[in-house]
């Protein structure tokens, strides 16, 4: 019974040095993926990286939260272009270093407000 349970705890041990691992081997790509269109990179280089497609989904979320904002922006006069563009703007630069800050310190870490979504699975 003693070999049962050594074996299952060296399983998780495993298991969690894989998470390690994929995350080391990903961190660049993961951190490239806030940069707007490039946010497939991560699903490219390393299509069964579980940490790639999270911040793959989370930096696909910044960019559509970016055009949201600068369109809505753009569309209203007044209002758009001295309340929403420039305030729009710097809430998505605060989440853009959130998100690289989090991607290359390993953390799979949802960002504020849009990241509860989940577009790539």
Do not use: C
């Not at 049962?4 to 705890?9: E, I």
């Not at 999270?54 to 600068?70: K, P």
């Not at 991607?103 to 870490?109: R, T, V």
């Amino acid at each position: 019974m003693a070999d049962d349970t050594s074996k299952g705890n060296e399983g998780t041990t495993n298991n969690a040095n894989q998470g390690a691992n994929d995350a080391e081997q990903v961190k660049v790509m993961a951190a490239l993926a806030y940069l707007g269109i490039l946010f497939f990179l991560p699903l490219v280089t390393n299509p069964e990286s579980k940490f790639g497609k999270f911040h793959a989904n989370q930096g696909l979320l910044l960019l559509l939260a970016s055009i949201i904002i600068n369109t809505v922006g753009a569309a209203i006069p007044l209002i758009g272009w001295f309340i929403i563009l420039p305030l729009g703007n710097i809430f998505t630069l605060v989440l853009f270093v959130m998100g690289l800050v989090n991607a290359l310190n390993k953390k799979m870490q949802r960002l504020p407000l849009i990241g509860g979504f989940d577009i790539i699975k």
